[in-house]
């Protein structure tokens, strides 16, 4: 009776730390069954463990604890309340909705969860007694959800027992499941919809007729209406307590994502060049460039410059080209990512008094009961909470292979850093026009004045920004191969437009990797000022960003000598070997204690 009891606090307290470090946060406090709670806000409920036939409830904490604390991390509690639609079922579906889409996020990155949850799930299912009009469609819209967004296979019985009110909700759904499923990461949009959606079935209305149908105490309801209305406000607030799980600390992922967005749509809905003084950003050390005129510059995102159908076909292009390539990259990518995680896996404190349960050392407890637990705990992990942007030159110099190359390198690398939660964000820059465009007519309009500084439209191209996940923008860098997209360089006014985006972003580690094929060039900016005056910008620039900013910027050169410009910085003659050299200076950066093997 004793081990039995052992085995159950020893179960509590390894759930406890997985809770806390799966929700990212050591404050939670996590209760079991009717046990007190010093905070509802920063708390997590879980069901009693109890003797269940021959075992003990283990999976199904083991679910519900997976499940919970992946709501805690990936869910904002007033953007879920903002969009909570009215009506008792609908604020149930409303929650069961949130609950699925912070399970989409966190089972693609924790198989285990998924295992956990999707178990469990399958045993419930199964044997669910759906009696009454509104368990039948709570349960059905929750499996109708799972089946669509976490890809949930139903057995034959089950599907029969559903399929009536799933039926329903297809015809309900079915044009808006794919939007759902591609905004899984915007909060926002997501329970925006999907409230939209449910108050749309008016489902609280048809319940109640059917209650007044059913009811077989109807005669009873007025006299005991106010007792039992007290009852059900009281049960309710319960309910919706547990369901809750409002954590009362900021979200950093949502809120990185949301002001990152916010941003990225004012820069792209004023289509204009963002003024660097007015922004309080300094001049980048250069106080003599200028730029002519900014209105004609653009920001856009890769989608806004092409439609589906085109990018998909440019995506199929880039993979045929590199086909032999891109295994090639692969692998030293999956090399990159076995130490990353090989990294992660083995930094651990151990011998502590909490944490997660040290199983290592469960054979001396057997040996002798009188020693006691250890425990251990991860230790902070540089590269979790990092920023990689690629800032690739889109260059007319950069035409054929050398661009097919960068593309496909960033994609991969994308996926690479993904894997292990690491934010990646691809952009591209360029000219509109080749010598000039409108703010040359505008500088020939008004008499040429001398020295007019930058005199061309830039274009700085958003691929893939770091909150998009990398299925969601890979067509994107087939439109690197567009015909007509490469013209000129100006790269350092794209550096200080990376610079100011990272800025923006709450990663503590930030890192700028620029891939191009030569000095600046813009033939409409050179005639008409002195020769190295776009070159002496990217000098001040760079330099600026490398003493002044705690951002870590590296640069490849394909065929050029870059080491001129940046401090750290590569030479590579053979476009083959970007891939190599990308994973590879990466690598160094996040796995060698010491940072500056690049060279």
Request: net charge positive; with cysteine; charged share 35%.
């Amino acid at each position: 009776m004793e081990n039995k009891k052992e085995k159950v606090e020893d179960f509590k307290t390894a759930i406890s730390s997985t809770i806390r470090s799966i929700a990212d946060s050591q404050k939670i406090e996590v209760n079991f069954g009717n046990q007190s709670s010093k905070s509802e806000v920063n708390s997590i409920r879980l069901p009693e463990l109890e003797q269940r036939k021959k075992s003990i409830n283990f999976e199904e904490i083991r679910a519900i604890a997976d499940s919970k604390s992946l709501r805690f991390r990936f869910s904002n509690q007033k953007t879920l309340k903002k969009y909570e639609p009215a009506g008792n079922i609908s604020k149930k579906l409303y929650n069961v909705s949130e609950k699925i889409r912070c399970e989409k996020i966190g089972t693609s990155y924790f198989k285990g969860i998924k295992n956990n949850i999707e178990k469990f799930y399958k045993k419930k299912i199964a044997g669910l007694d759906l009696k009454s009009s509104e368990d039948k469609i709570i349960e059905s819209f929750e499996n109708y959800l799972r089946a669509k967004i976490l890809d949930f296979k139903n057995d034959s019985q089950t599907e029969k027992k559903l399929k009536s009110y799933k039926k329903d909700l297809n015809e309900k759904f079915k044009n808006k499941i794919n939007d759902l499923k591609d905004l899984i990461l915007d909060q926002e949009k997501f329970n925006s919809i999907i409230s939209e959606l449910i108050s749309d079935m008016s489902l609280d209305e048809n319940i109640d007729e059917e209650k007044k149908r059913d009811d077989e105490n109807e005669k009873n309801e007025n006299k005991s209406k106010p007792e039992n209305q007290e009852q059900k406000t009281k049960e309710k607030d319960e309910k919706n307590e547990e369901m809750s799980i409002d954590t009362g600390i900021t979200d950093l992922e949502n809120e990185s994502k949301e002001s990152d967005k916010i941003e990225e749509e004012l820069e792209i809905k004023d289509n204009s060049r963002p003024d660097l003084k007015k922004r309080g950003n300094q001049n980048f050390g250069d106080l003599k460039y200028k730029s002519y005129t900014e209105e004609f510059d653009e920001i856009i995102k890769a989608e806004d410059l092409e439609n589906l159908d085109e990018l998909t076909r440019l995506r199929k292009n880039l993979d045929q080209q590199l086909l032999q390539l891109k295994n090639f990259i692969s692998k030293l990518a999956n090399k990159l990512q076995r130490k990353l995680l090989a990294k992660q896996n083995r930094s651990w404190n151990f011998d502590l008094e909490e944490g997660l349960l040290d199983t290592s050392k469960l054979p001396r407890i057997i040996m002798d009961p009188f020693n006691s637990l250890s425990f251990k705990k991860e230790k902070d992990i540089e590269f979790k909470d990092t920023l990689v942007t690629i800032l690739i030159d889109n260059s007319g110099s950069m035409r054929g292979k050398p661009i097919s190359v960068a593309a496909i390198c960033a994609d991969i690398l994308s996926r690479t850093l993904e894997r292990c939660l690491v934010k990646v964000e691809i952009l591209g820059f360029t000219t509109k026009h080749w010598k000039g465009g409108s703010a040359r007519e505008k500088w020939m309009k008004n008499e040429k004045p001398n020295l007019p500084g930058r005199l061309n439209d830039l274009r700085h191209i958003i691929y893939k920004s770091a909150d998009t996940p990398w299925r969601q923008a890979k067509n994107n860098m087939g439109l690197m191969l567009k015909e007509g997209l490469l013209k000129e360089n100006i790269d350092g006014e794209a550096l200080k437009w990376a610079y100011n985006k990272m800025s923006k972003r709450k990663e503590d580690r930030k890192i700028l990797m620029v891939i191009s094929d030569g000095a600046p060039v813009d033939d409409s900016t050179l005639s008409t000022n002195t020769s190295d005056y776009l070159e002496t910008n990217l000098r001040k620039t760079v330099k600026w960003i490398e003493n002044k900013t705690n951002i870590e910027l590296l640069a490849i050169g394909i065929g050029h000598d870059v080491t001129r410009y940046y401090n750290k910085a590569v030479k590579i003659t053979d476009v083959q070997d970007l891939g190599d050299v990308m994973i590879n200076q990466l690598t160094d950066l996040f796995v060698e204690k010491n940072k500056k093997t690049f060279h």
